[in-house]
């Protein structure tokens, strides 16, 4: 297998990595290239393309990683060795964390653009959990629903820090989340031109017997649900991103549609569809 990596500019390739394994993902950012083999997860510099970083991982036939795009500062997430657990590289400081994220084996992980927070979700899809890649700690746990799903894909919106959360799964839904919630509850406002009269940011839902969380073992009651949903037309793969404002969603799905889609930042519930493309037939 190899990885060609292609100029745009000069229209050629420029350099090739060849392996003996299938390549599972590829990410880049300016001098770094990530590829994810089966076992192992590879970090390359850019220049020459020398290899500067080995790690064993699980079993990984989906390809997970993640690379922090910013040039503030390096991070790199992918599986651990046990089911569930993310292995994070903060390679500025030369520091590396182990989050036990799920008790079941990991389906997607994305980091901010910054790279200071993690969202995984497991097989199950039920829940997205954030953790604060400094210290592995975690910062929200988000219900995305209560049926199994497979989540498709999770991305953060720009921002330091990111406001909104989005998740992309099989039944058909973007579900998108407020990240601000938790952190203005715990650090009082003083900006006098806030939105809000009280000074607080838009909250997620969270379910009325929340109460029960304390008196229970399990997350269900604890954690919050989606600020505002996007109802795909069709039930195909999609993956989400999001637009120039931290309020637009971008979606593009398998059978070759593009949406992109708007949420009122006050009120969040369902989005409203800006546009619709369809750029390939399928079966044409």
Not at 189 to 204: C, E, F, I
Request: net charge positive; with cysteine.
């Amino acid at each position: 297998m190899q990885v060609m990596i292609w100029d745009d500019r000069l229209n050629r390739c420029i350099g090739e990595l060849s392996f003996r394994s299938q390549v599972r993902a590829v990410k880049l950012r300016r001098e770094r290239i990530v590829v994810a083999l089966e076992h192992k997860v590879l970090v390359y510099d850019f220049k020459d393309l020398k290899l500067l970083h080995a790690i064993e991982t699980l079993s990984n036939p989906l390809g997970l990683v993640a690379l922090s795009p910013s040039q503030d500062q390096t991070v790199m997430a992918c599986p651990g060795l046990r089911g569930g657990q993310v292995r994070v590289e903060l390679y500025d400081v030369r520091r590396t964390k182990f989050v036990e994220a799920h008790t079941t084996a990991l389906a997607c992980i994305a980091l901010s653009l910054d790279g200071k927070l993690l969202a995984t979700a497991s097989e199950r899809g039920t829940l997205v959990r954030v953790f604060s890649t400094a210290d592995g700690s975690k910062v929200q746990e988000l219900r995305r629903g209560a049926d199994p799903a497979r989540i498709f894909s999770i991305a953060f919106s720009r921002g330091d820090p990111p406001d909104y959360l989005a998740v992309s799964s099989d039944k058909g839904t973007v579900h998108v989340f407020n990240l601000d919630a938790k952190r203005t509850a715990a650090i009082p406002s003083t900006d006098a031109t806030s939105d809000h009269p009280d000074g607080s940011s838009p909250r997620n839902p969270v379910s009325t017997f929340k109460f029960m969380s304390s008196l229970l073992p399990v997350p269900y009651f604890a954690s919050e649900r989606s600020f505002a949903q996007f109802r795909l037309p069709e039930d195909t793969k999609a993956v989400v991103g999001f637009g120039a404002t931290s309020n637009s969603l971008v979606v593009v799905s398998a059978s070759g549609s593009f949406y992109t889609a708007s949420f009122d930042h006050e009120k969040g519930g369902m989005c409203k569809q800006e546009s619709f493309c369809k750029f390939v037939e399928l079966g044409a």
